[in-house]
C-alpha cells in the first residue's frame, strides 16, 4: 500500500483508473482539483507483489468546525471489490490518513449493489458500519437510487429500440419542431447557468454558483466534461452537462426554460448524449439519481418516470459505509448535520 506522491503516480493511478471496469469520475484527480480548496485529496493505492496498482481509494479531507477533520469518498473504492485482501490494504490506508489528519470518521459512498452480500461481509469484517435507510435525495451527499442504462457494444437502434414509444416519438418532434443541438463552450455556461436558475426556482432546489461550473470546465473540460445546448429559432432553451470518464458517461446536470418546453428538448438533449456515449464505446450511461421512494404522489416522481422512460435500470446502491475513528465525536457531528439540513428545508419552504 501506498499513496500519490509524485507526478509519476498521479499519471500511474490516471491510468489505473481510465482503465478500469469500476472507474468513476469522482475518484479522479480532476474531480479532486475541483474540490479544492475545501476538500484536501490524498489517494491510497493497494498494489500486488509487483507493486502494480491493483486497487484506489481518493479520499477528500475537510476540516469541520467545532468537530475536527472528516474523511469522505464519493463512488470508491476502484478495485475487485469482492477481494478482501485490496480492501484491508485500501482500509489501513485510511486509518493511517485518519491519523495523519486526526480524522473523526470516514465516510464511503460506493456505487456498488444494495443486494451484495459478499461486499458487506467483506466491510464489516474490516471494521466498516453500513447505513442503508436512505430513501431520498436529503438522505445522502450521493444519490443512493439511479438509473442507468447498458450500453456496452450496442448500435444507436438497438439502444433507441429499448426506449419507450412515447420517448422516441418526443425525440423526433423535437427535431421536427426546429429544436437543434450543440456542444457549447466555457463561455455558454453563462447561458447554461441562467437557465439552470430558471430550473431551480421552478422545481425548488439550490443553484450551485456559475462560478463553480466554469471551475468544473476548467478541471474537467472539454476531454471528460462538455456543455450541450439546445436552442429554437437561435434562443438557447435548455442544457445539460455530461461527465465522460473511463468506460461510463453520467448526465450531471440540466437546465430548462419554462419556455418551449412543449417542444421536447429534454428528450433530444438526452439522446445526443447517449449518441456521444455509443460513440466513445462506453458501458454504461448513467442517469444519476432518482428518489427511492417509488410513489407517483412523490414531488420527485416525474424525474423518475422520465429516465425510466429510456428503457434504463433502476438500481439502488448500498448507500453509505463508514468507520468512526471517534464514536461519540462523529455522533455529535451526525446530529448536528442533520439538524442543519432540516433548518435549511424549512427555511427553503418559508421563502417559497
Not at 81 to 86: F, Q, T
Not at 173 to 186: D, F, I, N, P, S
Not at 191 to 204: A, S, V
Request: net charge positive; with cysteine.
Amino acid at each position: 500500500m501506498r499513496f500519490i506522491d509524485s507526478e509519476e503516480s498521479k499519471k500511474e493511478y490516471k491510468k489505473f483508473l481510465e482503465g478500469h471496469d469500476r472507474c468513476n469520475f469522482q475518484q479522479s484527480l480532476e474531480w479532486a482539483e475541483l474540490k479544492k480548496p475545501n476538500w484536501k485529496p490524498e489517494v491510497i493505492l493497494a498494489e500486488d507483489e509487483d507493486g502494480n496498482i491493483v486497487g484506489s481509494l481518493c479520499v477528500l479531507i475537510r476540516k469541520m468546525p467545532i468537530f475536527g477533520n472528516i474523511m469522505y469518498s464519493s463512488r470508491g473504492p476502484v478495485c475487485d471489490i469482492h477481494d478482501i485482501s485490496v480492501m484491508k490494504q485500501l482500509t489501513d490506508g485510511a486509518k493511517e490518513l485518519a491519523k495523519k489528519y486526526k480524522a473523526i470518521v470516514l465516510r464511503i459512498e460506493p456505487d456498488i449493489l444494495s443486494s451484495d452480500e459478499t461486499f458487506r461481509d467483506i466491510v464489516t469484517n474490516l471494521g466498516y458500519k453500513i447505513k442503508d435507510d436512505a430513501k431520498d435525495f436529503k438522505d445522502e451527499i450521493q444519490p443512493r437510487y439511479v438509473f442507468r442504462l447498458d450500453i456496452k457494444e450496442k448500435t444507436e437502434e438497438e439502444v433507441m429500440k429499448g426506449f419507450k414509444q412515447k420517448w422516441r416519438y418526443n425525440i423526433r418532434l423535437a427535431g421536427r419542431k426546429g429544436v437543434t443541438v450543440k456542444e457549447g463552450t466555457r463561455e455558454d455556461l453563462k447561458d447554461f447557468h441562467r437557465i439552470m436558475i430558471e430550473t431551480g426556482k421552478r422545481d425548488g432546489f439550490i443553484i450551485r454558483p456559475l462560478e463553480y461550473f466554469e471551475k468544473m470546465y476548467d478541471c474537467l473540460g472539454p476531454e471528460h466534461m462538455k456543455v450541450l445546448m439546445a436552442y429554437y429559432d437561435g434562443k438557447p432553451i435548455s442544457g445539460v452537462i455530461p461527465i465522460f470518464y473511463g468506460n461510463k458517461t453520467w448526465y450531471l446536470y440540466g437546465a430548462s426554460s419554462n419556455e418551449h418546453r412543449n417542444l421536447m428538448p429534454n428528450y433530444l438533449l438526452q439522446w445526443e448524449m447517449i449518441k456521444m456515449a455509443i460513440a466513445r464505446k462506453d458501458d454504461v450511461y448513467d442517469f444519476r439519481g432518482v428518489s427511492g421512494v417509488v410513489d407517483e404522489n412523490h414531488p420527485q416522481y416525474g424525474l423518475y418516470r422520465f429516465k425510466q422512460g429510456f428503457g434504463a435500470t433502476f438500481t439502488e446502491f448500498i448507500g453509505e459505509i463508514y468507520i468512526p475513528y471517534k464514536p461519540l465525536t462523529y455522533k455529535l457531528y451526525r446530529f448536528s448535520e442533520k439538524a442543519f439540513r432540516t433548518i435549511r428545508q424549512i427555511k427553503r419552504k418559508l421563502t417559497k
